[in-house]
């Protein structure tokens, strides 16, 4: 596989793990926060529909399915973007792959509010507590490295180091 092929399909594979767990969280949030668990999800489309995404709290395919498109875009995107910046063995360990994922997740959170004007954010911050927002840039974090560790190569042994087969152990 190539380079540039492991990167689009580890920022499809993670983006979808991270969109999918991030989401798991804003809907379990929304539920017990906004008395809705689509309320977090429709507040995404607030870049098509505006203010009144912040507003609705019933599932519908206009404001939950494209705050979701939405979510699940920027999800892939930033895992692409965290698989072409690594270094192709760097998640081969579970340790690495979560520092990883959830550096890249801390620099969305970082983008997501302090970069990116208003009308862009994300939106659920308007629905949900602070504590509630770390635990789903958590969840995306952990998708993020679920989907870098899946692909990851495992580490070349050591140079001067000799493997061998278990047939050829003597034991």
Not at 18 to 27: D, E, K, M, N
Not at 51 to 59: G, L
Not at 107 to 134: I, K, M, N, W
Request: net charge positive.
């Amino acid at each position: 596989m190539t380079r540039m092929q492991r990167v689009v399909l580890e920022g499809l594979i993670g983006g979808t793990l991270s969109s999918v767990l991030s989401a798991v969280l804003l809907c379990a949030a929304g539920g017990r926060q906004a008395g809705s668990p689509y309320a977090a999800i429709n507040a995404i489309s607030h870049w098509l529909w505006k203010d009144r995404a912040f507003r609705r709290n019933a599932r519908s395919l206009r404001y939950t399915g494209t705050g979701y498109l939405i979510h699940h875009l920027a999800s892939t995107f930033w895992a692409t973007s965290h698989a072409a910046v690594r270094k192709p063995h760097s998640a081969a360990h579970a340790p690495a792959a979560i520092a990883g994922g959830l550096a890249t997740s801390a620099v969305a959170c970082f983008v997501d509010y302090r970069l990116t004007p208003h009308r862009l954010q994300p939106g659920f911050e308007q629905r949900l507590s602070r504590p509630a927002l770390t635990g789903v840039y958590l969840a995306f974090g952990v998708g993020i490295a679920v989907g870098a560790w899946l692909l990851s190569p495992s580490p070349r042994p050591v140079s001067g180091t000799r493997q061998t087969s278990p047939r050829n152990r003597k034991g």
